[in-house]
């Protein structure tokens, strides 16, 4: 059996309302969808933390198992509503250093690649 | 050549917002969109195709849909499609109309992009459509219904559908065909869709998300060409 690695995602999301957004709000979200879609099974596998979030920007960063990479990434794209207003999360790149993720995440600043309108 | 949006409505009368649905797909790392009109007309204008090409840098293509109710309305339809040179698809739950559209060559596209329709898949359509060279079309909208129960119920309809799809060999794609812009997902969420809720090995999945609607494209290129007759009849001299 292999050791159990650790991947980080880099993701943004949209919200169409002004509505009061917080990390605690967001990761019992993702909690949520990853019960609706795979039950107690798959969720217990998947060591999920907020890393960091960024309200002003609108981007976080997601820690989870290696083998739940599919299924977190589906959460996330699954999610679709916030307190009743639309929320959207984008999953933009995923590493295996939270080192790799920061230095992507600088580059997109720099070339504001990182901004999404609606 | 990247990534499919394969089927995006869009009001032909909203400029504007066709090339903000435009951008907002590049943003989201698609390289390939086809559009399709939510306003009733029979054929994309030519200048609003060439204005729509030069505003974005991504390979759109265009498409009509048919809803006909029979199939004396269908072939009505369809004579004023003889000589066009974009994507022709046909949707309808009525199984002679399907049969009928597999064996049309002029008909790109069956789509089966609603519950209701997708349901009444069958081998025999699937077996027409792989020998005639036209394509199988389910959607990603109906998975992103939110009531728990229907959305289940979706998944399972076109995972089913997927299922015998795969058997025989078909040429399939999935569009997302969203009405919102906010739900509009990127490829590689929709691969993982694929993989995890639609229970799809990562192949398959890119081959309903790229190789595949490229092959829509490259017969539809075919169909222009007045030298080709059909899939591998040429005149060279």
């Known amino acids: 059996m292999k050791l159990e690695r650790q991947r980080y995602i880099l993701f943004y999301y949209i919200v169409e309302k002004d509505i009061i957004i917080d990390g605690k709000s967001i990761i019992n979200l993702i909690w949520k969808n990853l019960f609706r879609y795979f039950g107690i099974k798959e969720t217990s596998k998947i060591g999920l933390w907020l890393i960091e979030l960024n309200l002003e920007e609108r981007w976080g960063i997601l820690r989870f198992a290696h083998t739940s990479k599919e299924i977190v990434i589906t959460s996330l794209g699954m999610i679709r509503y916030l307190q009743n207003s639309r929320l959207s999360i984008y999953p933009i790149k995923t590493s295996g250093t939270i080192k790799k993720i920061k230095k992507i995440l600088k580059t997109l600043q720099l070339e504001n690649k990182l901004l999404f309108k609606i | ?121 069958t081998p025999g359509v699937l077996s027409l459509s792989k020998q005639y060279n036209s394509f199988i079309e389910f959607s990603f909208a109906p998975i992103f219904n939110e009531n728990k129960y229907i959305q289940s119920k979706n998944i399972r309809i076109i995972y089913s559908a997927l299922r015998m799809t795969l058997v025989k060999n078909a040429n399939y794609f999935i569009s997302g065909n969203f009405p919102s812009l906010s739900d509009y997902r990127s490829p590689r969420v929709l691969i993982s869709i694929c993989q995890t809720l639609l229970d799809m090995s990562l192949n398959n999945a890119k081959l309903a998300l790229k190789d595949n609607p490229s092959k829509l494209i490259e017969k539809l290129n075919t169909k222009i060409d007045p030298k080709i007759i059909e899939n591998g009849v040429k005149i060279i001299k």
């Not at chain 2, 505003?55 to 499609?81: C, S, T």
């Open chain 2, 1 to 121: 050549m990247g990534y499919f949006e394969s089927r995006v409505p869009v009001d032909i009368e909203k400029y504007d917002n066709i090339i903000d649905r435009l951008k907002f797909l590049q943003k989201l790392d698609f390289k390939n969109v086809i559009l399709e009109p939510i306003n009733s007309i029979k054929k994309w204008p030519k200048k609003l195709i060439e204005k729509i090409r030069k505003g974005i840098a991504l390979n759109v293509y265009f498409r009509i849909n048919l809803k006909p109710k029979n199939i004396a309305e269908l072939k009505q339809m369809i004579k004023k499609y003889n000589d066009f040179s974009h994507i022709l698809s046909v949707e309808s739950e009525n199984k002679e109309i399907q049969i009928y559209c597999a064996r049309d060559t002029r008909i790109d596209i069956i789509s089966f992009s609603y519950p209701k329709i997708t349901k009444t898949l």
